[in-house]
């Protein structure tokens, strides 16, 4: 849908391009800069995604590999269990013969019969064994996938639902994308504050509120605020220290406002501040700068059932 746009506003562009004044070619260009690094955005996420379902794919498969394995140990011993019992059948017709002869050789007869008898319950042991460690890896296969396919069923319909009630601010400096399973929530400093200030304008509220009634509604998701900054250090003698402190205050404000928007349990809130130590671009340039200058939203489906299933085996 991006590109279809991208292509209406350069035919539109063509046309009209005599009489287009500059400031409108340079808000254009602007767009389309800002199309092209969303594309190369969720190309990354594409690349994020793959890696996750081939590393997904080996564990299957690894698992996968065991259970035929196991399967060719229960057919093995499923014929050495059938090959004991024709032998324990023979022992039984000698037995019968024997008691009627020597009661010497009735008694080496019975011997080996109760020794057949036991190895007979050995194997038959094994064999009950490796079908219940059979049974327990395929259903630990499933519970996995079960778990993996709802996990990511869920962080889709977060992005999606997400990004229909934030399509309003998309244009300015918020964008939603997935990576490494978790949904990000973006939002530049220019939608949220001013130049080195912990106050959140009236634009940055409105988004807040309308992402807070999103997360009111998904109580299974975990929220983390992370601040960020550029590198521009801050003047000494000010309220603020420096931009650590500056990235955590800003994420503090943030929960408030989710808070006041919101049915949100606090204990799923996680405020943190990176300050300038983790840029999106670490070019000097402003830029780069203003890129950096930003506050990230993670929402993270939560994952005890994944780590019970770890955990037990």
């Known amino acids: 849908m991006r590109f279809i746009r991208l292509v209406i506003i350069l035919v539109v562009f063509g046309g009209v391009v005599s009489c287009v004044p500059k400031r409108q070619f340079e808000d254009l260009e602007a767009r389309h800069d800002r199309q092209l690094a969303e594309n190369r955005e969720l190309t990354e996420q594409l690349e994020v995604v793959r890696e996750d379902n081939a590393r997904l794919s080996d564990e299957l498969f690894d698992l996968t590999h065991e259970v035929s394995r ?115 929530v973006s939002m530049e400093e220019s939608l949220l504050f001013a130049t080195g200030s912990t106050q959140v304008d009236r634009q940055g509220e409105q988004a807040l509120s309308e992402l807070a009634k999103v997360l009111a509604q998904n109580p299974d998701i975990n929220i983390m605020i992370e601040g960020h900054t550029d590198d521009v250090p801050f003047r000494p003698g000010g309220p603020i220290k420096d931009n650590w402190e500056l990235s955590v205050l800003r994420a503090t404000a943030i929960v408030r406002i989710l808070l006041k928007h919101g049915d949100i349990d606090p204990q799923r809130l996680i405020a943190a501040g990176r300050g300038e130590y983790h840029p999106v671009d670490p070019a000097d340039t402003p830029e780069a700068r203003r890129k950096n200058r930003r506050t990230e939203i993670i929402l993270t489906p939560q994952l005890d059932e994944l780590f019970q299933i770890i955990e037990q085996h």
């Not at 009630?165 to 997935?178: C, H, K, M, N, Q």
Request: aromatic share 4%; no cysteine.
């Open 70 to 184: 196991l399967r060719g140990d229960t057919v093995r011993l499923g014929e050495q269990l059938r090959r004991v019992q024709r032998m324990y059948d023979d022992y039984t017709d000698q037995t019968e013969k024997v008691l009627e002869g020597q009661t010497e050789e009735t008694r080496l007869i019975m011997a080996r019969l109760q020794a057949t008898q036991e190895d007979l319950q050995r194997r038959e042991d094994e064999l009950t064994l490796a079908m219940r460690e059979m049974d327990e890896k395929e259903r630990r296969v499933n519970e996995l996938e079960t778990i993996l396919h709802r996990q990511d069923s869920i962080v889709q319909n977060l992005r999606h639902t997400l990004s229909n009630a934030l399509l309003g601010f998309l244009d300015d400096g918020l964008s939603v994308e997935i990576r490494s399973g978790k949904v990000y």
